[in-house]
């Protein structure tokens, strides 16, 4: 009985999904808990499974209930003590629970779907999916034995499964060393040249003096996208100039990272642009879009302290 209410609930969610995306937007105007996401989640679903949404223990950038997907240990970042981090490992298609495979032997995780990145794979609607599979096990109780109610993904079929994971993947985009221009040259004229391009890779914001929610609220709340394609736009332009810039070595993975993050980004504008018809996508989208911020934060202060070196 306990396992039916639970799915219940669980149908019940999906279903308010957009909903919850809406109230995402009004309540951002609001600076009270600690997130955004929080805030919102505070309205619809009790603090427990707040916190096991979004609770990372080993802080790898897993959530706990990645790790139950991925069977790996939530209490350590390495589970297979190879020296990679878990995520790193199945970003890059490696196995994050074989020893032997990982960047440095080069040996690929054949079950990890997400090792050929060229695979076209067919577009899934997870909230659809989600809502079918919840549906047939309330209506069939027999399924509901398999249900591990610590990790509600346990409900779901492994495509569906493949299609979560691959859809954060997306969020999470890794590139090559290789699409990044570097020098050897870590003069100071060379710096002041790369930090003055940097500058300019950046174009003009479309909507400036607006924040971030008021112009998702307001594409959202008129089902008007145009703003968020002109900044999908502006993010297409500036990774492309991210990409052109020769990069000092000392700044060489701040720069790789801060493109990764802009391409991140723009796939959480690209996201809320399906709120209608894949809400639980844009759901997952703004809960990754919080650790966007936070790591592209620090990543600032990172590449503020590098540069203060060669002013002094």
Do not use: C
Request: charged content about 25%; glycine content about 4%.
């Amino acid at each position: 009985m306990k396992n039916r209410i639970y799915l219940i609930v669980l149908a019940i969610l999906l279903l308010l999904a957009f909903f919850v995306v809406a109230g995402w937007f009004w309540l951002a105007k609001n600076k009270e808990p600690k997130t955004i996401y929080e805030k919102i989640a505070n309205q619809v679903i009790s603090p427990d499974v707040i916190e096991s949404a979004t609770l990372d223990n080993d802080d790898d950038g897993l959530r706990n209930w990645e790790e139950a997907l991925w069977k790996t240990d939530p209490n350590n970042k390495d589970t297979d003590k190879d020296g990679y981090s878990d995520k790193e490992e199945t970003i890059l298609g490696y196995s994050p629970t074989d020893p032997t495979s990982n960047p440095k032997t080069g040996k690929k995780d054949e079950n990890n779907f997400l090792a050929d990145n060229q695979k076209s794979q067919q577009p899934v609607n997870l909230t659809q999916s989600f809502a079918q599979i919840i549906s047939s096990q309330i209506q069939d109780p027999t399924q509901l034995e398999q249900v591990d109610l610590s990790n509600p993904l346990s409900m779901v079929d492994k495509n569906t499964g493949q299609a979560l994971l691959n859809f954060i993947a997306g969020l999470n985009p890794q590139i090559a060393l290789s699409e990044i221009k570097t020098g050897s040259d870590n003069s100071f004229t060379a710096v002041q040249k790369y930090v003055s391009e940097i500058e300019k890779a950046m174009p003009k914001s479309p909507y400036q003096g607006k924040s971030e929610e008021e112009i998702l609220s307001e594409a959202i709340e008129t089902e008007n996208f145009k703003k968020v394609d002109e900044f999908i736009n502006y993010f297409e332009i500036a990774i492309a100039n991210m990409k052109k810039i020769a990069v000092p070595s000392d700044f060489l993975q701040i720069h790789k990272r801060e493109t990764e993050l802009l391409m991140a980004t723009k796939k959480v504008y690209e996201s809320v642009k399906e709120v209608n018809s894949d809400p639980l996508k844009t759901v997952l989208a703004l809960q990754e879009n919080q650790k966007i911020r936070e790591e592209m934060a620090g990543l600032i202060q990172n590449f503020l302290k590098i540069a203060q070196t060669y002013a002094e």
